[in-house]
């Protein structure tokens, strides 16, 4: 009987991962295709997924434009190509005209053969540019002062507090500008630890002093997939009111257990929404590697949530420069930390299990889908970057490899022999191959 919602869930993990795929592959796909043609290298084929042809048309480029059985992946083939990975077909090339030699990859100008190239992972990064723009854009940030749009649910709501008070002090503290996080972690640190508090507030441009819960209430407002919680059936929503029989009203009580358990079982009461009763969990932290602000990792015990305060705040509209910024600032810092965490795996600073193969993606799709379209659009936005960033990577079959043989064509002034080649890709897909068993190895054997 358990087998019809495994079934689903599986379903749903790999339309997820599939239709996440799809979009970030017909995008670097796209790139190569687009800067191709406007670079005069003609493309015979776009196919997205490999396989049996399942519809094609041709353009009036003469591309064909095809869809294939197999989904996991696409290919641009352009004319001189031996095979999908722009392998050389020596025979067909030397029995081309100059005309025709030049629309191939291999008989194009340097320029050209770069920027066609390059366009895969620029184009994935220009992906998550704009996806992370447009989510900053529709969901603004925070006003300021900083101001209540409306109550979270809570199991003890103190109602003082109402939708269009602006903060000024928490318990006498001045509340800080909504930008100054360090200002914010001062205010926490700061607050004395009762789950009642007064706040005083701008309402009807009166000032009043009213009660209100403590703002950071131990209240799961994200759900990390694949974490702790998460596999134990956790929710977004849910507030966790006692700990190993230790009632806790303030996010920082649950933290500290946490990160004190030493990856003991900790008894979880949780409450809610629409449920009679406390629901009881039990659940053991992971160690997990958190890249640091100041660069590196450090590893804590976690069990996979986020918090947030107790009331939503009120948001203003960003503007698109402002939003576009933010976008290219997220596509850094998930580069950035992508590079810092492979570097500090193969120095053996964190483990190596921090390295996710197609399983673990997989999950992670279906994981960020089940939490709504906005967290799997993230997902696929976050994934174009490590896309992007695993091809520039400088290894031969990949596009990184592609650009160090034009550099060393560039510097020496001939490209690399056929012989090199062969043995260079060889070794190439040798290296990606390995990896991508021991990442799949990880996904299967890692806790």
Known sequence: ??????????????????????IIVAIHEYGHYIIGRLSGIRAEVFSLGFGPVLFSRVDKHGTRWQLAALPFGGYVKFLGDSDAASGRDGDA??????EDRRMTMHGAPLWARTATVAAGPVFNFILSILVFGALFFLQGEVARPLTVEKMRPLPAEVAALEPGDRLLEIAGIPVPDSEDSDGFDALN???PLEPVLDYTVLRDDREQVVQGPYPY????TQLAPNSAAYDIGMEVGDVIRVVDGDEIFAFDQLKERVEGSDGRVLALKVWREGQPELLDFAL????????????????????GIAGGMAFEPATERMGPLAAVGNGVTQTWRIAESSISGLWHMITGAISTCNMTGPIGIAQTSGAMASQGAVSFIWFVAALSTAVGLLNLFPIPVLDGGHLVFFGYEAVVGRPPSDNALRILMGAGLTLILSVMIFALTNDVFCP
């Open 189 to 191: 640190d700061a607050l």
């Open 93 to 98: 090339v030397r029995g081309m005209s100059e």
């Open 1 to 22: 009987m358990d087998f019809i919602p495994q079934f689903g869930s599986l379903f749903q993990i790999l339309l997820a991962f599939v239709v996440a795929l799809s």
């Open 217 to 220: 209430p131990p209240l799961v």
């Open 284 to 303: 053991a932290p992971r160690r997990v590697d958190e890249p640091k602000p100041e660069g590196g990792f450090r590893t804590e015990w976690r069990i």
